[in-house]
């Protein structure tokens, strides 16, 4: 299992949830498996999406799901502590951990060493921290989450790669914004 | 101090929320620990520590993307630290946040290292989209209303900077830090 079928199996159980993608790849796979409104593509600042998702789950009450990834997430480690802290019921974080940076030529990630992501969020004083390591754990562990109070970071342990023929993602960043923000608004 | 004299950072604070920001996420600063006294205090806004300012940049933008007013409290030092952030997340998708912070390096520091980054910061912010205004003295907060106006209005992200003479503060020790 790679990214793409991962990243797949968890868009199977996503109804009216906001979705928050991280940089590069992740979010062009994420456009062509299933593009919506309630998506907000993240195009630049590789590190943040978990931050977006914990500032939009702070702020309605609409479940929110995050993708990160183990590379950009170790960018931003203070996040696990201020999601500890703030514990949000509605926040889902998925790290996809195929233990490199896929959209930057697949050099190995700090998670193909020592680095356990999983006992850093619990360390954090996240209590839900589930590690998947089979592709057809995704949908019940999912489906799990998303009918609990969270916060909940589910670790999604992949293979490095990517399908050929995943391209850019053809709108601007304000249509994304515009079209996420109204959806928002309901 | 008088009861009916506002401090200068009960006169910051109330000038901020009368615009309608309600989300804020603060890193520690010695001089805006009044305004983070009245943030924890205020059971009107959502707020939070940030571990750091990057992570704040994309908690505000959530929040702005829910349709809340977000600010950040901070040190100008820490600007160093999301220029990146400012430029592809905040810049790009039009995130109007609102940046109170400190000045250390301006004057009155007595710590050296804090003056670099004190003089650097201004060209630093302008130089990635942000529009600033140095706020030397509460009888100036006017200039807090134009720039929350114009980055409401503009959807771009606008700073204010509180050197020492604001806080009142004209010797800045060591103690303080």
């Not at chain 1, 190995?108 to 954090?124: E, I, M, N, P, Y």
């Amino acid at each position: 299992m790679r990214r793409f079928e991962a990243t797949k199996k968890v868009m199977e159980t996503i109804g009216d949830e906001l979705v928050v993608c991280n940089i590069g790849h992740p979010s062009q796979e994420l456009f062509q498996i299933r593009d919506r409104p309630e998506n907000f593509y993240m195009l630049g600042s590789m590190g943040l999406a978990s931050s977006i998702g914990l500032g939009l789950a702070m702020s309605q009450p609409r479940k929110v799901v995050v993708f990160d990834g183990d590379g950009s997430v170790t960018m931003n480690l203070g996040t696990f502590a201020t999601i500890g802290r703030v514990a949000p019921a509605n926040l889902v974080l998925v790290v996809i951990d195929n233990e490199a940076y896929g959209s930057t030529g697949f050099q190995t990630s700090f998670t193909a060493g020592k680095l356990d992501l999983a006992g850093v969020a619990r360390a954090a004083g996240i209590e839900s921290v589930t590690v998947v390591d089979a592709e057809d754990e995704i949908v019940p562990t999912m489906r799990r989450v998303l009918g609990e109070h969270g916060p909940h970071v589910v670790l999604v342990k992949c293979a490095a790669g990517m399908p050929d023929g995943v391209g850019v993602i053809p709108i601007d960043g304000l249509a994304i914004r515009d079209r996420f923000m109204a959806t928002v608004r309901g | 101090m008088s009861t009916t004299t506002p401090t200068p950072s009960e006169l910051l604070y109330r000038k901020v929320r009368a615009h309608g920001i309600d989300f804020f996420v603060s890193v520690p600063c010695s001089l805006l620990g009044g305004v983070i006294n009245l943030l924890e205090a205020d059971r009107d806004v959502v707020y939070t520590p940030v571990t750091r300012e990057e992570e704040g940049m994309g908690i505000l933008t959530g929040a702005y993307l829910a349709g809340r007013r977000p600010a950040i409290v901070m040190q100008n030092s820490g600007y160093g630290t999301i220029v990146n952030a400012i430029c592809s997340l905040v810049g790009y998708y039009r995130i109007p946040t609102v940046m109170l912070v400190s000045h250390r390096g301006s004057e009155g520091e007595k710590i050296e290292a804090q003056v670099p980054m004190g003089e650097a910061v201004q060209a630093v912010m302008e130089a990635s989209g942000v529009r600033c205004a140095t706020v030397p003295h509460p009888d100036q907060l006017g200039r807090v209303d134009e720039g929350i106006e114009w980055a409401l209005a503009e959807e771009r992200p606008v700073a204010f900077l509180f050197p020492f003479s604001y806080w009142k503060v004209a010797d800045y020790t060591p103690e303080h830090r």
